[in-house]
Each structure stands twice: as C-alpha cells, then as structure tokens.
C-alpha cells in the first residue's frame, strides 16, 4: 500500500525558509514522480512544482521560481520541499503527491503540512 | 483567478444528478486530458477521475467524465449525502510548462 508520510506543521516568521518532508513507502520511489501542491486557507489547490527522483530533474511554476527547491534523498525514500523567503500569503497546507510520469494524474497523496508564517 | 474555470458551488438533491464544469483553452484541456479530484474539509484531494473518463479503481461508476474541445465536466449520478465535497479539475497547460487546477466546486447535497 502505497503512503506519503510528510513532516509535521511549522510556524515560520517572514522572511524565514521553511523545509516539508515527504517519505514514499509501498512502491518504487525512483518509478514516481512527486510534486508539491499548496493550499491557502479556504482557497482552492495550487500547484508548485515536480521532482523526478530518479535523476533528480524538477520543474517549478513560474510565481515559485527563485524561492522554491526541491531535493530527493533515495537513500530514505523521501522528498525535501524548500520555500525561501517567506511571507504570510504563503501560509497554508502544502501537500506531496506522487504520479507515475511527469505528466500523469496525482494518484496518491500526503496527509499535508500546515505551514503557518505569522510575525 | 485560476486558469481552469469551474462554477463555486452547485447543489443537488439526493438521487439526483449533478454536472460539474471545467472551462480551459487550447493550451490545457484542448489538448491534454482532465483529471478531478474530490477533498473533504481538512483531509487531502482524493484522485476521482483520471484520463478525461477513467476511474480508480474503488471509485463508484456514479461518478463520470467527459472532455470536449476546451471544456471538461463530472457527472455524478445517485447523489449521496456523502458526496458533500470539493471537487476539482487539473490538466497540463503546455504554454505554462506545468499544471493547473480549476478554482474549486463546492458540492452541496440538500
């Protein structure tokens, strides 16, 4: 059975960086695709970006580009999200999502990480 | 303002049926299928359906899809109670490079 399991709520001051984790168990961790997707409190799903964890390839969305990187370690199966830079409209949950290609549907999900910036 | 249109809200009696938009352009749904996803408040998405008309496995056949030209829809027949939820469309846009969801549907069931 295939799990996302992400790391636990932060609470950030502006300006601050914030690192979410995402550890795949029940498939092959290098035959998926993982992306990020965000969610602002009471607004709909936002799509931030992908990582190949085979090779490492990834490919962000244009407004996240300069403050976004996004790591694997295939040594634990897990995904690194790291958002820089940040200010209160980043606040939401941020969600890791697997597909089998870059181009292919999020077939499963992470419970989500509630990331709080607040001064 | 998300590059996928999709109406708020919509509200259907149980039994009945209830229609779902998704309005794009040539750049997303016009030439890439459709995926929808349902989430219940304070859990994650859920894949409902994949390929334009495709369902997981475990996915009830009330739920369907359909795509045409730059437009996408979720049909879901014999409304449940349990079908209370957000739904969501998502599709590859080629001119951004990446993936964009619809703003969101809230499906009330009366």
């Known amino acids: 059975q295939v799990q996302l399991m992400q790391s636990g709520a932060e609470v950030k001051k502006p300006g601050a960086s914030v690192r979410v984790s995402c550890k795949a168990s029940?498939?092959?961790?290098?035959?998926?695709?993982m992306h990020w997707v965000r969610q602002a409190p009471g607004q709909g799903l936002e799509w931030m970006g992908i990582?190949?964890?085979?090779?490492?390839?990834?490919s962000y969305a244009q407004r996240f580009r300069g403050r976004l990187t996004m790591t694997r370690d295939t040594s634990t199966d897990t995904v690194y999200m790291y958002l820089s830079s940040l200010r209160s409209e980043d606040t939401g949950a941020y969600y890791c999502?697997?597909?089998?290609?870059?181009?292919?549907?999020?077939?499963?999900w992470g419970q989500g990480t509630l990331v709080t910036v607040s001064s | 303002q998300s590059v996928l249109t999709q109406p708020p809200s919509a509200s259907e009696t149980p039994g009945h049926r209830v229609i779902i938009s998704c309005s794009g352009s040539?750049?997303?749904?016009?030439?890439?299928?459709v995926n929808w996803y349902q989430q219940f408040p304070g859990t994650a998405p859920k894949l409902l359906i994949y390929?334009?008309?495709q369902r997981p496995s475990g996915v009830p056949d009330r739920f369907s899809g359909s795509k045409s030209g730059t437009s996408a829809s979720l049909a879901i027949s014999g409304l449940q109670s349990e079908d209370e939820a957000h739904y969501y469309c998502?599709?590859?846009?080629?001119?951004?490079?990446?993936?964009?969801f619809g703003g969101g549907t809230k499906l009330t069931v009366l």
């Open positions: 990582i190949n964890p085979s090779g490492g390839s990834t």
């Open positions: 040539s750049s997303n749904i016009g030439g890439n299928t």
């Open positions: 998502a599709t590859w846009d080629d001119n951004l490079n990446g993936w964009v």
């Open positions: 999502a697997s597909s089998i290609g870059w181009y292919s549907n999020f077939e499963y």
């Open positions: 029940g498939h092959s961790f290098t035959s998926n695709h």
């Open positions: 390929r334009s008309n």
